[in-house]
């Protein structure tokens, strides 16, 4: 490893990373829509401006990934980072539209050593990202794992008519499952070449020099294609309700997520089954007619582990 990288020790709380700046482009925002989130506010710069969001607007996934990028050229990539365990907190608080340019900063919050990874420490980052007008976009925590520099040489890993609420189509806790994700090499590389370029997620035969020890999808990889998955899951819901006349819910954009847990590797050749379970909904004061469901999120391996877990916020309208 080399001593030039930002180890453990340097990632002291008080300290700042600046982000960007990142343009956003029509082209990208379509691009990752088409592939992963193809709702219309996010392909068709008119259906933008009919929605809610004012204009063609990126995915809050494509969001998470820019971010991801913006993170990964600033420090990641110059550092002895070895992955994140997850998302604590992410509030997409305002539509990025094309045309924008985001940057902001990461602070780091907190940082100690891990017990259980002697070598290694864990760092809390708050990240807030703006558009060129100043207007925060997207805040985010999470924690992220870095060696030090007096790194032991392995650490290795272990490896219709009605129309329906969602609070009405689905009990509480009732997980349906939703769909697959097959994760191949080609796949995890062009994700990562364009979003989260760390070499565990780049190149195979440096990956099995890292913690995770052969190549493996970015979490935004995953977390993305869980959102793909839901799409075609919603699209079948909706057509079964027509066939015995019912109007399926009415979904809006999502403002964020909460408690995001990568809880194991995505390796090539994985195949990621997902689910979601309803959770709560509450009518929102603040718009009439409006309600915000909590649903869970899940995703297990060909093996029955579970690889990803989080809660995420969906806007239902009349």
Known sequence: MSAEKLSFEDFQPGR????????VTTEEIIEFASEFDPQPMHLDEAAGRASILGGLAASGWHTSSMFMRMMADSYVLHSLCEGAPGVELMEWRKPVLAGDTLSGHSTVLEARPMR??????????????ENQRGELVCVSENSVMFGMRARPA???????????????????????EIGSYNFTEENIIRFATRYDPQRFHVDKEAAKDTLFG???????????????????????QSAALAQNGLTSPNLGPSPGFQKLQWLRPVFVGDVVTYSVAFLSSRALASRPGWHLNTILCEGVNQNGDAVIRFESSVLEFD
């Open 16 to 23: 700042r990373f600046a982000l960007g700046p990142k343009p």
């Open 116 to 129: 259980s990874r002697p070598g290694m420490g864990i760092v809390k980052f708050r990240h807030e990202v």
């Open 154 to 176: 392995d650490i290795g890993i272990n490896p219709g008519d009605i129309s329906m609420r969602m609070s009405e189509l689905y009990a509480v806790g009732e997980k349906a």
């Open 214 to 236: 052969d190549l493996c999808a970015s979490g935004w990889h995953t977390t993305a294609a869980w959102m793909r998955t839901f799409l075609a899951f919603w699209k079948r």
